[in-house]
């Protein structure tokens, strides 16, 4: 079970006739498809007062990137603060006459994934409102992975913001504990969290934001996400292989595939769907604990080596400051220009 099915187990839910807000997405359904909304208010033991969406909306139907506005829910009648629009924190008057924040996100593991950076601003926020927080978890696909460069401080964004490793591996709630451990404005935090009861493999995939329908492309994200800073790149955005291709209009991918070995990547030559440009496609065996940063590095190098670093950095709509806060720092890139083996 998710942690919301966990919870709802339960014969009495804690605190009470709390009024409560909800941080939740498209994603926050229990094991019937049921959203998490819905079963507090058909629960009745909390009044839900207030709700709040991450990046891509409660509805998770919007775009990488795009602003969200408030608005009200046309079947709950209640409020969605967006904590992707004029604020990512929500301030201390929208957390007033509240007695409960419960949080229900499903999350990747990865660090430029938003939803660790909302999690820690609203944890932030509930501490210093003395807000009691329940974080309902879900299993992610890259549980136990652990790669990639930690954050250099100096590339602190919203897309690079906790202090941790850049596949991190950890859910929504045991990251809530690492963080209310670690960060010195979360050590007053009243803080609990509800586990899921089986491992990922065995619940149902929610997609968590319009790109990410599977697990599969969940689990590659951290190998394609550099499309995002690299504009002549197609992944399958939001097609049924999104975020499992690498494709541009004159790879030629054959040569390319020694050189992305890892146990259990799978790496094959194809074309876009979309646009019919040669591919790099991946495929990862269920089990496989691989290293996905290593992976990218290679992947990185290997395009440099065959059409050079200007065509990943330099070419027109390129965002290298982008893709270093995505990297959480500007080593990766300078090693990959400098022509430094993977």
């Not at 995002?228 to 690498?246: L, M, T």
């Not at 500007?330 to 083996?341: L, S």
Request: proline share 11%; net charge negative; hydrophobic share 40%.
């Amino acid at each position: 079970m998710f942690g919301l099915d966990v919870l709802l187990t339960r014969p009495k839910l804690p605190r009470q006739g709390a009024r409560t807000g909800l941080l939740a997405h498209a994603a926050s359904l229990d094991l019937n498809g049921v959203h998490a909304a819905k079963r507090i208010q058909e629960r009745g033991e909390w009044r839900l007062q207030r709700l709040f969406s991450p990046e891509h909306g409660f509805h998770g139907k919007g775009a990488a990137g795009e602003i969200i506005p408030t608005q009200t829910h046309p079947d709950f009648h209640l409020p969605i603060f967006s904590l992707y629009g004029e604020t990512r924190t929500p301030p201390p008057e929208w957390l007033e006459d509240l007695d409960l924040m419960v949080i229900d996100l499903q999350d990747l593991g990865i660090r430029c994934y938003t939803y660790a950076s909302t999690l820690q601003n609203v944890l932030r926020a509930c501490a210093a409102a003395d807000l009691p927080v329940l974080v309902l978890d879900r299993p992610t696909p890259l549980a136990g992975i652990v790669d990639g460069p930690d954050l250099d401080p100096q590339f602190r964004s919203f897309v690079g913001q906790i202090d941790l490793p850049l596949v991190y591996g950890l859910s929504q709630g045991p990251l809530a504990l690492h963080l209310q451990k670690t960060d010195p404005k979360l050590h007053r935090l009243q803080l609990e969290v509800i586990s899921a009861s089986a491992p990922s493999r065995d619940l149902p995939w929610h997609p968590p934001s319009p790109a990410i329908g599977s697990p599969e492309s969940a689990r590659l994200y951290p190998l394609t996400v550099w499309c995002e800073a690299i504009p002549e790149v197609s992944v399958d955005r939001g097609g049924p292989r999104s975020f499992q291709i690498w494709a541009m209009p004159d790879l030629n991918p054959d040569p390319l595939i020694p050189k992305l070995q890892q146990p259990g990547l799978h790496v094959e030559s194809g074309h876009s769907e979309k646009e019919g440009w040669p591919a790099l496609c991946f495929r990862l065996d269920p089990e496989a604990d691989w290293k996905p940063m290593t992976a990218a590095i290679q992947l990185l190098t290997a395009l440099r080596d065959q059409l050079g670093a200007e065509r990943l950095f330099a070419c027109p709509g390129a965002r290298p400051a982008f893709f270093d806060k995505l990297m959480g720092t500007d080593r990766i890139r300078r090693q990959i220009e400098h022509r430094k083996h993977p």
